[in-house]
């Protein structure tokens, strides 16, 4: 069995085309609802392996310099929503802490923004930090891409992680 997802694999490579599944993750656009339930079950794991480590739901991030929270219901509610809508940003999920911890910004870009209307405000967030994390596979080409974390940062300097989710480079 394992010869023929090999094979599988290897044929989806050279034609281009995307397997069925990739470590796990349904591709086809339709398969949402599963993609959901999987980075529910991501963020979990990651919170159970930060409480057993000692480190009260924070994740370092180099960048920045600063602890970034993972808060269950503030930074799992948006990226379940907008993770789920592709298997790439699903597959990025999986790779949260490397993610919160390497993520830079671009040159010559801004890092902080202005809070949007709605869940932004309502988590009352005075200012939101954008990075940014690059998949880099040089054998598998479907597995090169850009995802762009979003921190928001409160009155109190308390950095969560709001969302994370592929973004499509111009």
């Given at each position: 069995?394992?010869?023929?997802?090999?094979?599988?694999?290897?044929?989806?490579?050279?034609?281009?085309?995307?397997?069925?599944?990739?470590?796990?993750?349904?591709?086809?656009?339709?398969?949402?609802?599963?993609?959901?339930?999987?980075?529910?079950?991501?963020?979990?794991?990651?919170?159970?392996?930060?409480?057993?480590?000692?480190?009260?739901?924070?994740?370092?991030?180099?960048?920045?310099?600063?602890?970034?929270?993972?808060?269950?219901?503030?930074?799992?509610?948006?990226?379940?929503?907008?993770?789920?809508?592709?298997?790439?940003?699903?597959?990025a999920v999986q790779y949260l802490e490397d993610?919160?911890?390497?993520?830079?910004?671009?040159?010559?870009?801004?890092?902080?923004?202005?809070?949007?209307?709605?869940?932004?405000?309502?988590?009352?967030?005075?200012?939101?930090?954008?990075?940014?994390?690059?998949?880099?596979?040089?054998?598998?080409?479907?597995?090169?891409?850009?995802?762009?974390?979003?921190?928001?940062?409160?009155?109190?300097?308390?950095h969560v992680q709001y969302c994370v989710n592929?973004?499509?480079?111009?």
């Amino acid at each position: 069995m394992k010869k023929e997802k090999t094979t599988i694999q290897e044929n989806a490579i050279e034609t281009g085309a995307l397997p069925e599944f990739i470590n796990g993750i349904p591709t086809a656009k339709n398969r949402s609802r599963e993609r959901r339930s999987l980075i529910a079950k991501y963020y979990s794991n990651l919170w159970r392996k930060l409480q057993k480590e000692g480190r009260k739901n924070t994740i370092f991030n180099d960048f920045l310099g600063v602890d970034v929270y993972i808060v269950e219901k503030e930074s799992d509610k948006k990226t379940i929503n907008a993770a789920s809508k592709n298997w790439q940003s699903t597959y990025a999920v999986q790779y949260l802490e490397d993610i919160v911890r390497e993520a830079f910004c671009d040159e010559n870009t801004p890092v902080f923004f202005t809070p949007k209307k709605g869940t932004q405000t309502k988590f009352r967030y005075k200012n939101i930090a954008i990075l940014y994390y690059d998949f880099v596979n040089q054998d598998v080409p479907y597995l090169n891409f850009k995802v762009k974390l979003t921190i928001g940062i409160k009155s109190s300097e308390k950095h969560v992680q709001y969302c994370v989710n592929k973004i499509d480079v111009k």
